[in-house]
């Protein structure tokens, strides 16, 4: 996918296997799966983390292909899914550090700069969420209250 900002290209990230089906080499079930996720879940793991682990401790290459449900569907169904998306929490944290940063250097303008896109992003998500209805009608995002959102 194409830089929005920087005139660039990008680069290639890596691509899923063609197959959809399970792996005769895999020696998990769905249900295993399930409680595997749900365990690293509670233990407080975000979604892409819990992928991680899991492709990387257990040898479970793609939890779709086993459960036919992703990582968030499961957290779903289980009540588990923290109040806001991943990537949002993720950007709201950036922005705490670009704040932070900003404070003791105040000549920054690149870190401005990178603020100023950042924020822009997280309200372009949000109105995605919102659409969405993963977010509530009645949220938004405040730059002076965005270290509240975060904890």
Same mark, same amino acid.
């Given at each position: 996918? #194409? *830089?929005?900002?920087?005139?660039?290209?990008?680069?290639?990230?890596?691509?899923?296997?063609?197959?959809?089906? #399970?792996?005769?080499?895999?020696?998990?079930?769905?249900?295993?799966? /399930? &409680?595997?996720?749900?365990?690293?879940?509670?233990?407080?793991? !975000?979604?892409?983390?819990?992928?991680?682990?899991? *492709?990387?401790?257990?040898?479970?290459?793609?939890? %779709?292909?086993?459960?036919? %449900?992703?990582?968030?569907?499961?957290?779903?169904?289980?009540?588990?899914?923290?109040?806001?998306? /991943?990537?949002?929490?993720?950007? &709201?944290?950036?922005?705490?550090?670009? !704040?932070?940063?900003? /404070?003791?250097?105040?000549?920054?303008?690149? #870190?401005?700069?990178?603020?100023?896109?950042?924020?822009?992003?997280? *309200?372009?998500?949000?109105?995605?969420?919102?659409?969405? /209805?993963?977010?509530? !009608?009645?949220?938004?995002?405040?730059?002076?209250?965005?270290?509240?959102?975060?904890?």
């Amino acid at each position: 996918m #194409a *830089r929005m900002y920087s005139r660039k290209k990008g680069k290639s990230g890596s691509t899923k296997p063609l197959t959809k089906k #399970a792996y005769s080499w895999m020696s998990y079930k769905a249900k295993e799966v /399930e &409680l595997l996720v749900v365990k690293l879940a509670k233990e407080g793991n !975000q979604t892409s983390k819990i992928g991680l682990i899991l *492709r990387d401790t257990y040898g479970i290459p793609d939890v %779709k292909s086993i459960t036919k %449900k992703s990582i968030s569907d499961i957290l779903e169904k289980r009540k588990l899914l923290p109040k806001l998306p /991943e990537n949002l929490t993720d950007l &709201l944290k950036r922005i705490i550090e670009l !704040q932070k940063h900003i /404070e003791t250097n105040k000549k920054d303008m690149v #870190a401005k700069r990178g603020l100023q896109l950042t924020e822009s992003k997280v *309200r372009r998500l949000t109105k995605y969420y919102k659409n969405t /209805e993963k977010l509530p !009608q009645d949220w938004n995002y405040n730059p002076k209250r965005v270290r509240l959102l975060v904890d």
